[in-house]
């Protein structure tokens, strides 16, 4: 069963970087099949895409976050992380980890949705 | 960037109840759409993707329809375990997949 978890710090003073990583267990992070995500929930409200990684490195971010995010995978350890900068009181959220597929149903290269999450790990910003 | 509406932003059924969540698109996503069920504390569950494939373990009473900038996810008989919120998410325009803002399914 592939499980995901988040580990980090809790709390991350405003204009530092916030620094995450997803542990990937039952499964390795080396497949061409999927693609390793993050997305947040700032309290009360909805999702937000960060960004995605594949195991050979290539990223995407969300355009509204690119200028400050920056993933990386380390396969060694079965892991990929996330970099957040120049953080405020807007980027309390909780953050998860997920796998998401690079093919749809008919094949095509279409990656989007997220087949498995983490737990979740809530990451305040505040002096 | 493509925004998902979701409509009703809530829905106060009972159980045994047929619960149809709308989402829609500002412009057309083919049939790249998921929907997600969110219970408090708790990660988002995948229910539906390709707008009509049900995931991995999902029940029956979970059913996906729509194409282009219409969707629907459909609960057949509301199980007490079902009150959440259900959240739809596109990729259409990869490298930026959104999520729609969700639907609360509470109890009437």
């Known amino acids: 069963q592939l499980q995901l978890q988040e580990s980090g710090p809790g709390l991350v003073k405003p204009s530092e970087t916030l620094s995450l990583t997803c542990t990937v267990s039952?499964?390795?992070?080396?497949?061409?099949?999927?693609?390793w995500g993050w997305i947040r929930q700032p309290p009360g409200k909805g999702l937000e895409w960060i960004g995605s990684?594949?195991?050979?490195?290539?990223?995407y971010y969300n355009p509204s976050l690119k200028s400050r995010v920056t993933l990386s995978v380390d396969t060694s350890k079965n892991q990929f992380s996330l970099e957040l900068s120049s953080v405020t009181a807007a980027d309390t959220a909780v953050y998860y980890c997920?796998?998401?597929?690079?093919?749809?149903?008919?094949?095509?290269?279409?990656?989007?949705?997220?087949?498995?999450w983490g737990q979740g790990t809530l990451v305040t910003v505040s002096s | 960037e493509i925004v998902l509406t979701q409509s009703p932003a809530t829905l106060s059924l009972s159980p045994g109840d047929r619960a149809t969540l709308s989402c829609r698109a500002s412009?057309?996503?083919?049939?790249?759409l998921a929907w997600y069920q969110q219970k408090p504390g708790q990660a988002p569950r995948l229910l539906i993707y390709?707008?009509?494939n049900r995931a991995t373990g999902i029940p029956a009473r979970f059913s996906g329809s729509g194409s282009g900038t219409d969707f629907t996810l459909t609960i057949s008989s509301l199980e007490p375990e079902d009150f959440a919120v259900y959240y739809c998410?596109?990729?259409?325009?990869?490298?930026?997949?959104?999520f729609g803002q969700g639907t609360k399914v509470d109890i009437k």
């Open positions: 997920a796998r998401q597929n690079i093919y749809d149903s008919r094949g095509y290269e279409t990656p989007y949705y997220f087949d498995y």
């Open positions: 039952g499964d390795s992070i080396i497949t061409s099949s999927y693609y």
């Open positions: 990684v594949y195991f050979r490195g290539s990223t």
């Open positions: 412009q057309s996503v083919s049939s790249s």
């Open positions: 390709d707008a009509s």
């Open positions: 998410q596109q990729g259409s325009n990869w490298p930026s997949p959104t």
